[in-house]
């Protein structure tokens, strides 16, 4: 079991699955609060629901989280997630 994060809930519905999941982050377990949102094995959308890391602003800042939807790859062909998030 990764202990740098824990699953809250856990949402099916058709093909896409939503988590709501605490991480561990420099400030320890519960650092952060994020939904993560799955649709045919794709991230579609992280919303930061909570956030206690000083280091955030990095991750906005250079739009960390929308590259992450971006750049997802299956079998090594990209793929353009289509209902990305600009964060």
């Given at each position: 079991e990764d202990e740098s994060f824990k699953i809250l809930d856990k949402k099916v519905n058709g093909?896409?699955?939503t988590y709501l999941v605490n991480g561990k982050g420099f400030g320890g377990m519960d650092s952060y609060k994020v939904k993560v949102t799955f649709?045919?094995?794709y991230i579609v959308s992280i919303d930061v629901l909570e956030n206690k890391e000083s280091y955030y602003n990095?991750?906005?800042s250079s739009n960390y989280l929308n590259k992450i939807i971006i750049n997802q790859s299956r079998n090594g062909t990209h793929h353009d997630a289509?209902?990305?998030r600009a964060f």
């Open positions: 093909h896409e699955t649709k045919n094995d990095l991750l906005e289509g209902n990305r």
